[in-house]
């Protein structure tokens, strides 16, 4: 499954939602360096839908605001 996502980095609070059946708007309190927002939103997104952080790939918008994340569905 593909969703894409809305990412704001550094913001107060972490929460996640959702825009439509695959958009989703994600905030995170880690900054957009050293790839800890990336990290933060494979966790987030990983606890939201119960798959292993593994399972979860960027596959557009490395270092970017919006991506493209895969979400290997068990």
Do not use: Q, W
């Not at 939103?41 to 895969?70: A, C, L, N």
């Amino acid at each position: 499954m593909y969703m894409h996502i809305r990412v704001t980095a550094g913001a107060k609070r972490e929460t996640i939602t959702k825009a439509d059946s695959t958009h989703f708007l994600i905030s995170v309190r880690e900054p957009a360096k050293r790839n800890l927002a990336n990290k933060k939103i494979m966790e987030i997104i990983s606890r939201e839908f119960k798959v292993p952080v593994s399972g979860i790939r960027i596959i557009s918008g490395h270092h970017s605001p919006s991506k493209i994340i895969s979400v290997d569905c068990f």
